[in-house]
């Protein structure tokens, strides 16, 4: 090849024309046309939204019970290496494969990605992948809270191993080329839809067919107490951080005017976030009469960035507060809702993430600007921008149909795993903890001996958790530690009796002393009158031996045990 051939193939790839490069066996859509500083930011893009995962697990575990936030963190992992491996190996040919077999409901094609070394798109091909790739886990992740303190951990291994086919598929009808929603006009910038909704949803009819933790509702409605308040909190700062690359990043580069719109998607998400918080504080302190509950905070702020992904750089200020206000309060209002239906979601998952999600892509139609030059909604603006009504129906149709698609593709896979793994863990089991009958963990503040002498009764099975040692501690040194303990006992122990001794020979010393001279007294008196006995003052009136005064320190007896 020439250095023409290789300028000519160079031009197609930066210009993104749909024609099939001379060196490449993959046709050039819109998702691979990234320039270098396009590549370079959707790669760093890519890194900062991966920390969302730590979020995500920060937050969940906060919520739970002390003896279930390991197992919650495990689920935040196995969500991205089986997910992740799921994602490559037939996710991401779902939703952006270019075969010929694909259609307007499933892309076919691109499986097992790994284009070669020659493949002038490969930079491209990988990138787009790796920004996709975590989105995909994220919207896995979402499922993970609302399953908490109840689910099987095998049976949920198995459930996000298959749980890619539930965010592939729509996220292709939206982002796809192929995709039926896309073709109709469809916006959604982040993903308040494809990864939000799509989690919300499933989240929901997850938290419903495992049915309530052991107790739940019976005290009533009331939120039961959070197992780490400050991770939960801390946890909200990390997808807080991580938003801004989901959102920002989502403009797909920095080229031409991509660097504007990024600027404003990162200032607008930030707007949202405002304007959740304050609603959700004024919220707070007017149910609880001037108290601020920390979930109504954390959950209403994470419902107005649900709600302002979808449309993140086509609003102006004041309407990202509004949509962000009206996200955290439909979020607030729908959790105690929840769990009067009984659907018991530990992290508010299904209002977060589902409710506002839905809110989220409905909004668009109502308030979306033209976002001059891009082609982000194909010169459409929203209802309250001068725009028709088309942009809102099809942005409701979206909704409707990632609904739908949610609730009942997570039912049917939830009843396939449950054939095959039972999804619910074992009463007793739950009771105990996953931490400990999952993964051998033991807490040592959580009350342990008391639920085991309960459950003794019941014949459970506690040889498996038998000699467990509780989380903290080195049993090695702990137990260097009680022979240092007990070889100091033993030497006080000897302190003590070597002292009683000690003062036991100078009481003697002193005893017999006054006895010499209480005796010189007497033999004067005996030298004077020699037919009196001489009576010793220590024994009898007979001077019998066996009558002695005893001693009042003694010697340690044979009943004496030494400490070990």
């Known amino acids: 090849m ?24 993959y046709v050039i859509p819109g998702l691979y046309d990234l320039s270098t500083e396009d590549t370079n930011w959707v790669l760093t893009s890519s890194f900062i939204i991966f920390t969302m995962q730590t979020g995500f697990g920060m937050l969940e575990s906060g919520c739970v019970s002390l003896k279930n936030e390991v197992n919650i963190m495990m689920k935040n992992v196995i969500d991205i290496v089986l997910g992740g491996f799921t994602y490559w190996l037939f996710g991401y040919g779902m939703s952006y494969g270019r075969g010929p077999l694909s259609n307007s409901f499933i892309g076919i094609g691109d499986f097992l990605l790994d284009p070669p070394v020659n493949d002038p798109l490969m930079g491209q091909i990988f990138a787009a992948f790796l920004f996709q790739l975590s989105f995909a886990t994220t919207a896995t992740t979402i499922v993970s809270g609302a399953m908490a303190e109840r689910c099987n951990f095998k049976a949920y291994c198995l459930f996000s191993f298959l749980n890619t086919i539930i965010y592939c598929i729509p996220s292709g009808w939206v982002w796809g080329e192929h995709g039926f929603l896309n073709q109709l006009g469809a916006v959604d910038i982040a993903g308040s839809g494809p990864v939000h909704l799509i989690g919300g949803t499933a989240a929901f009819a997850s938290a419903y067919m495992l ?24 946890g909200l700062f990390v997808l807080w951080w991580g938003w801004l690359a989901f959102n920002s990043g989502s403009t797909y580069g920095v080229s031409g005017a991509k660097w504007q719109y990024a600027a404003r998607a990162a200032v607008m998400t930030m707007m949202g976030s405002f304007g959740g918080g304050i609603i959700s504080c004024g919220y707070s302190l007017w149910r609880l009469n001037g108290r601020m509950d920390i979930m109504d905070l954390i959950n209403g702020i994470l419902g107005s960035l649900v709600s302002i992904t979808a ?6 200020a004041w309407e990202a507060l509004v949509i ?38 409905i909004a668009v139609g109502l308030f979306a600007d033209n976002p001059v030059p891009l082609d982000t909604t194909n010169g459409r603006s929203g209802l309250f921008k001068g725009g028709d009504w088309y942009l809102l129906a099809i942005q409701t149709l979206s909704a409707f149909c990632l609904t739908c698609w949610g609730i009942g593709s ?54 498996k958790i038998a000699g467990i040692q509780p989380i903290g501690l080195n049993p090695g040194h702990e137990k260097s530690l009680a022979q240092l303990r007990a070889a100091d006992d033993k030497l006080q122990q000897w302190q003590i009796y070597l002292n009683q001794t000690e003062r036991t020979s100078e009481l003697r010393k002193k005893s017999v002393g006054s006895i010499f001279r209480r ?46």
């Not at 509702?217 to 197992?227: E, I, Q, T």
């Not at 929840?338 to 299904?350: I, M």
């Open 410 to 463: 997570t039912l049917l896979l939830l009843y396939f795993v449950n054939k095959i793994v039972p999804i619910r863990m074992d009463a007793n089991e739950e009771l105990l903890g996953a931490d400990l009958m999952e993964h051998r963990i033991r807490h040592s503040q959580i009350g342990l001996s008391r639920a085991i002498s309960a459950l003794a009764p019941i014949k459970i099975d506690l040889d």
């Open 519 to 564: 005796n010189s007294k007497t033999i004067q008196i005996t030298e004077r009158n020699e037919t009196n006995a001489f009576k010793d003052p220590y024994k009898g009136e007979n001077n019998d031996s066996s009558t002695t005064t005893p001693s009042r320190f003694t010697e340690p007896d044979s009943s004496f045990v030494w400490l070990d």
């Open 2 to 25: 020439n250095s023409s051939d290789l300028t000519n193939d160079s031009t197609t790839l930066l210009l993104g024309l749909k024609v099939t490069s001379r060196n490449s066996s």
């Open 324 to 361: 962000g206000s009206i996200g955290a309060l439909l979020c607030v209002l729908t959790m105690p809702l929840f769990d009067r239906l009984h659907v018991d979601d530990p992290v508010g998952a299904s209002s977060v993430h589902g409710i506002c999600g839905v809110w989220g892509v």
């Open 211 to 234: 049915g309530p933790r052991i107790g739940r509702y019976s005290d009533g409605y009331d939120p039961l107490p959070l197992g780490n308040p400050v991770n939960a909190c801390m």
């Open 311 to 316: 449309g993140c750089f086509l609003y102006r």
